[in-house]
């Protein structure tokens, strides 16, 4: 009895862990060209990781299944890219804005 409750009590963790993720379609339809990178924070929480060259900084959110990923460019987001995250169907896409934008 004692390893099914056990199962049972991870199983429970698992799954309100994954409901409470911001790694939504609904969120990723939040983010807008321009936006600060605290900006994209707020809307997804703190980035599972992120990489830094010079002015540019790419920061992911989700793992290599389901993913949300952000390019940065002065602390402006400039490119945004989804993997596998749902709204009621499979969802994927990307976006980018143009250089004009960024004022080249």
């Not at 409750?5 to 379609?25: M, P, Q, R, Y």
């Not at 321009?34 to 959110?61: N, Q």
Request: a positive charge; charged letters at 20%; one cysteine or more.
């Amino acid at each position: 009895m004692k390893p099914f409750s056990l199962t049972l009590t991870a199983l429970l963790l698992a799954v309100s862990l994954t409901a409470c993720s911001k790694v939504t379609a609904d969120n990723y339809d939040k983010l807008k060209a321009g936006m600060t990178y605290e900006e994209v924070r707020a809307i997804l929480g703190k980035p599972d990781r992120c990489s830094d060259l010079l002015a540019a900084r790419s920061c992911t959110w989700g793992n290599e299944q389901s993913y949300i990923n952000v390019n940065f460019v002065g602390d402006q987001a400039v490119l945004f890219h989804a993997e596998n995250i749902r709204k009621g169907a499979f969802h994927a896409s990307g976006r980018a804005i143009l250089p004009s934008v960024l004022n080249w």
